[in-house]
Structure formats: structure tokens, C-alpha cells
T-cell receptor
Framework: AQSVTQLGSHVSVSEGALVLLRCNYS??????LFWYVQYPNQGLQLLLK??????LVKGINGFEAEFKKSETSFHLTKPSAHMSDAAEYFC????????????FGIGTKLQVIP | EPEVTQTPSHQVTQMGQEVILRCVPI?????FYWYRQILGQKVEFLVS????????KSEIFDDQFSVERPDGSNFTLKIRSTKLEDSAMYFC???????????FGPGTRLTVT
């Protein structure tokens, strides 16, 4: 069974500061990993995905994540937070090699302080 | 840019009533999914659908739930007899055979009273 653990249900950063949202995964097979963002009252938007190519993945809005197999981690980072980054972020995992279900983490709400 | 659409955006129903949530996936996609998110909780997988049949379903997807692709464009989720605990945001998603990602719709908020 696959799972993801997101450390910190709420994270606050100052505008311009580094954003680091942590995600660790558990999977018995090589995983595909995703980060989704959900703005208030909106659906889920894909930020970036890892599908066994480059371990450093760049996504939209200046976000990136690094797949570290030895640490079973897929942390999301952004060098400089913007007010518009305030949202809920979900790490997710699926089996590779097919169109499997996606298993989501509990989510991390990011607050950006001016 | 193509997107997944869902209707209605908000549905209020009484306990015991049947509801049908509708989704229009992206037109060339072949894989379809329903997920739900109970308020304050994580997004949970309900069911996946491919080639006109269910390919996987979760424990949540019991006999009260069904899915259908009645024509070439719509994908529906039916709940036969709603319970209070069915109140949630329901997301439809679709995927192609080109990229390993699922595109999510904006969701339907179901409130069972």
C-alpha cells in the first residue's frame, strides 16, 4: 500500500522567504509523485510531478521538488514566497507504469505573512 | 486549454435521496476517476474507470455508489440513498495515455441534510 506523510499541517513564512513543505512517501514499487495546490473554493491544480526521469523537478509558479529515494522524500520548495502562494498543498503518490489511483497526503496550509 | 468540468458546483439534498454528479472529462482522455474530500480531511480515491468498466474501487465505493459513462462525453457518479456522511467535495479527474497525470475538475460540493 502506498502512503504519503506531510509534516506540518500549517506552515507560515514571510513574504520573500524560502518555502519548504515536507513530504515523505511509502511505496512498495517505484512511485510517481505529485504536488497539487488547492486555492480556497477551487479544485486541485498540478504543480509538478516526478515520473522516474530527472530527480529535480521544476513546476509552475517557481516551485520545485527533489526526489530522494534514500530518504523516501519529495519535499517542495520555492526560493521566495509570494502572497499569492497562500493555499493548501497536497503531496500525492501513485504506482508507476499505469494510470493508477492517486493517494493524497493530509495537506499543508501555507500562510504567507506580509 | 482543455479542462475537466463538473456540474453542479453545489448540490443540497435530503438524506435518503438519490443524487447524480456530472463530469465532462477532457475530450481525448481515456481514464476517469472520482475522488472525494470531506471537509478538513484529505482527498480520498473512490473509483477509476477505463474502457467502460470500473478498473479499481475503494472501500468507500459501496453498493450505494455507481458510475456511468452514458455517452461519449459525460461521466457520472450516482449515490442511490445519500447519508449525512456523504457530505463532501467530490472531484472528477481524467487522464490520457500520453502523460502520467490526472486533471481534476473544480469539484461539486454535496451537502446532505
Amino acid at each position: 500500500a502506498q502512503s504519503v506523510t506531510q509534516l506540518g499541517s500549517h506552515v507560515s513564512v514571510s513574504e520573500g522567504a524560502l518555502v519548504l513543505l515536507r513530504c515523505n512517501y511509502s511505496s512498495s514499487v517505484p512511485p510517481y509523485l505529485f504536488w497539487y495546490v488547492q486555492y480556497p473554493n477551487q479544485g486541485l491544480q498540478l504543480l509538478l510531478k516526478y515520473t522516474s526521469a530527472a530527480t529535480l523537478v521544476k513546476g509552475i509558479n517557481g516551485f520545485e521538488a527533489e526526489f530522494k529515494k534514500s530518504e523516501t522524500s519529495f519535499h517542495l520548495t520555492k526560493p521566495s514566497a509570494h502572497m499569492s502562494d497562500a493555499a493548501e498543498y497536497f503531496c500525492a503518490v501513485s504506482d508507476s507504469g499505469g494510470y493508477q489511483k492517486v493517494t493524497f497526503g493530509i495537506g499543508t496550509k501555507l500562510q504567507v505573512i506580509p | 486549454e482543455p479542462e475537466v468540468t463538473q456540474t453542479p458546483s453545489h448540490q443540497v439534498t435530503q438524506m435518503g435521496q438519490e443524487v447524480i454528479l456530472r463530469c465532462v472529462p477532457i475530450s481525448n482522455h481515456l481514464y476517469f476517476y472520482w475522488y472525494r474530500q470531506i471537509l478538513g480531511q484529505k482527498v480520498e480515491f473512490l473509483v477509476s474507470f477505463y474502457n467502460n468498466e470500473i478498473s479499481e474501487k475503494s472501500e468507500i465505493f459501496d453498493d450505494q455508489f455507481s458510475v456511468e459513462r452514458p455517452d461519449g462525453s459525460n461521466f457520472t457518479l450516482k449515490i442511490r440513498s445519500t447519508k449525512l456522511e456523504d457530505s463532501a467535495m467530490y472531484f472528477c479527474a481524467s487522464g490520457s495515455d500520453v502523460s502520467y497525470e490526472q486533471y481534476f475538475g473544480p469539484g461539486t460540493r454535496l451537502t446532505v441534510t
